[in-house]
DNA sequence: CATGTGTGGGACGTTTTGTGTCCCTTTGGT
DNA sequence: ACCAAAGGGACACAAAACGTCCCACACATG
């Protein structure tokens, strides 16, 4: 059955919602029976008409009863609720997940692909894809984008398939040398989702442990400047998350960072910053490019990352800044971050 | 699955219609790729307008590519299509028949339900409903309404459920005299209907066995000929089809015209007419009423039958009468009917 | 090289559908 | 008798869908 759902998904991508809209419906008029068109759409957070539309099509189909008095379910309604019910569950299981998520994070869209990245290999890829497709429908109009490094970001760029519009962006890491490996790292990343969209990119080379003097006089370099201001610029920015202690490890990160980083308690780490539980900042890496004061509401942010093993670090995260506005996981986080 | 797709249905009428649409685009983009959308659209017989609708959101939905040189499907869309072919036999299964049986028939309407009359004594219950719901959906514009007898009939007005529209209708039975058993009986079956749905109802009782004078006489009399000027004025006819041998004795029919039905190979009945295998009418009961040249195409002829064993009589009456515009039958009478 | 046929995409006016917002009559309870 | 709440009709406006062009471009063919 689900195959089915997730292909319907694909055919109409408004189907779900539809769907939704007019069970919960019928699960209002069962529960207020008699009640009339106007208290109805109150409850429901319907305008009047398009309740009626509504309520015209489901008396259409037999489902529902209008008199003076009000509106009943019909014997034929009753009955299809009662499967319906049973059947919803599964149905919205992602749904309800992505709306409660989105409630309870306070971000404007959540989108969760179904499974769980630490056990299925392939659901990262999936996480991936979603991320691509969604990138997709914004690079028409913002055009710049900023790019983090991170193994799930490069599962992103192999997901990348170009468009008409692709050829218009230009991609650019969104901070320098935070300390992946090479094939994770920023720069290559950004490299590669250029590669396979045919768009521009520019990279950001600052080689690590820099004297103050060398770094400030490289920071007056025209080209860097330039570099630097067309990331502070840009108009969307993707990052994964990581759970804190694991990237300060793999950053190679110095003994006293580790351990501040403990004493702190930070569980969550995003483009060089690492969260507490609550969301506080307790460390950052120290280096050019985008800065957590940067992310202003204009910019569409996007942060992946799945795996129930992240959820605190998601969590963190989002306390820790408001700006994100997309937030792209999997069922087994979802679920965790809910539980908790 | 089977169950998520009835309820569906009822919630999105449209859906499995759109579906089989896209799939359909889908399928014919593969078959002739790459391929443009004026050549397409002929082929699917969609105007350019509403194909290149659909084209744009496939594309959008990253299931095909459009180049200069025509459209090809994304890595995604055949995807996508392997997994839907495999679920379409499922999915449209009774829509591919309604729709093969459509074109095989040369009728404008099919409905089928699922299962076997013969078999689940419930399934005659969902033909019944089936057609009450058809039915409930021209009693708007059309106001009077013959009705034969048999037991199908007999189930439909079970199934009937009034509305805001059917205290407007008139039932009236479509033949006098065509002997069935009393509660199958056509008269029988108009006022249980009419009570059903408040709606009036006229009756139209002619004595078996009348003497050519008294019937003559009886003709005259103006309250008769009024209901046979109604009968004959219906703006809709809903009637069963039976087999033709079964429906002779059942009306203990004389043993010589048993016998010339047998010789002619009768094998159809529908409203007193029988017919051959190939659509003539080898004979038919004499009485008052519709008879089988007032189906003109500005009425609405609804036939309902259903059951494996009644395949052949649905095909001769259909042969023989082009003024069905709906039948609603079975999956095994359907079945049975193709495989032919 | 010209030409013709196919491609996608832009544009525009028309039609249809959806919606927000009224108002009116009916109904049922107080 | 009255009032609140019901459904339904009506209308104007916005948005979407649609039919029908035309255009620039790519490619094969003469």
């Not at 490289?218 to 804190?244: C, D, F, T, W, Y």
């Amino acid at each position: 059955m689900q195959i089915l759902l997730d292909i319907q998904k694909k055919l109409l991508p408004d189907l779900l919602e539809t769907m939704q809209k007019r069970y919960n419906i019928l699960r209002y008029v069962k529960a207020m029976e008699p009640v009339g068109r106007r208290s109805l759409a109150n409850h429901l957070q319907l305008t009047e008409r398009t309740l009626r539309s509504e309520v015209d099509f489901l008396k259409n189909q037999n489902l529902l009863e209008v008199h003076s008095s009000g509106m009943n379910l019909s014997q034929e309604g009753r009955e299809l609720l009662e499967q319906l019910e049973g059947i919803m569950r599964e149905v919205m299981g992602i749904n309800i997940l992505e709306q409660r998520l989105r409630e309870m994070l306070q971000i404007d869209e959540v989108i969760i692909v179904s499974g769980n990245c630490d056990e299925s290999p392939w659901v990262k890829k999936e996480l991936a894809k979603a991320c691509a497709a969604r990138m997709k429908h914004e690079w028409k109009n913002r055009r710049t984008i900023a790019i983090t490094g991170g193994s799930t970001m490069a599962a992103v760029a192999d997901s990348l398939v170009s468009d008409e519009y692709s050829k218009g962006v230009t991609f650019v890491p969104a901070r320098g040398g935070v300390g992946e490996m090479s094939q994770n790292q920023a720069n290559t990343i950004v490299e590669k989702m250029a590669q396979k969209v045919h768009a521009s990119y520019k990279v950001l080379y600052v080689p690590d442990q820099l004297s103050d003097e060398v770094y400030a006089s490289l920071m007056k370099e025209p080209s860097m400047k330039e570099v630097i201001a067309r990331i502070k610029s840009a108009e969307m920015v993707i990052h994964g998350i990581g759970e804190a202690l694991v990237m300060a490890e793999r950053r190679k990160s110095e003994p006293s960072v580790l351990t501040r980083l403990v004493e702190q308690k930070a569980v969550g780490e995003a483009f060089g910053y690492y969260f507490s539980e609550s969301g506080e900042v307790v460390h950052k890496v120290l280096t050019v490019g985008l800065q957590l004061e940067d992310l202003t509401p204009e910019k569409k942010v996007i942060a992946v990352a799945g795996g129930k093993k992240k959820a605190k670090a998601i969590q963190s995260y989002i306390r820790g800044t408001h700006a994100t506005t997309v937030l792209i996981t999997d069922e087994a986080a979802a679920r965790e971050l809910i539980s908790d």
